[in-house]
């Protein structure tokens, strides 16, 4: 339980940190730090009941690309907890645009770059909160 919400606290300081460097067109989130707990939540929410049913059912074109698969799985998952941050109030988070201002090739390009980060920023975190 503890390491749980250890991980929750650095997803939510690696939200922080992406939403304040990446450019808006990438990521646009706008709320307080009670908001960014809540994404944090979502995202450990995504990550813990949807991510593995997804890459479960896709290993086998995951192993055909050599594991290349998994940055657009990262990327959908990313997707979904924006567009079930639009669902609480309170919570505004967009990516790339959507859910907002609909589907087009900046989300797809800030889906991958906030997924990018995001993945990146949690590894490094993870090596100072212990299990």
């Known amino acids: 339980m503890k390491g749980f919400v250890l991980s929750i606290v650095a997803t939510a ?5 992406i939403a304040t460097f990446l450019p808006d067109k990438y990521i646009d989130f706008a709320g307080e730090t009670v908001a960014l ?12 009941v949807v991510k593995p049913v997804v890459k479960a059912l896709s290993f086998p074109i995951t192993m055909m690309t ?8 990262n990327a959908a998952m990313v997707l979904l907890v924006a567009l079930l ?4 109030d309170g919570l505004k988070l967009t990516i790339g645009g959507w859910p907002t201002d ?6 797809i390009v800030g889906a991958f770059v906030v ?5 990146i920023l949690t590894s490094i975190l993870g090596h100072f909160v212990p299990d």
Do not use: H
């Open 115 to 119: 997924s990018i980060a995001l993945s």
């Open 85 to 88: 941050a639009q669902s609480i």
């Open 66 to 73: 050599l594991g290349l698969f998994s940055f657009v799985i």
């Open 13 to 17: 300081i690696a939200f922080f940190v």
């Open 102 to 107: 609909g589907f087009s090739i900046e989300t």
């Open 37 to 48: 707990v809540l994404a944090a939540l979502l995202v450990g929410l995504v990550n813990a």
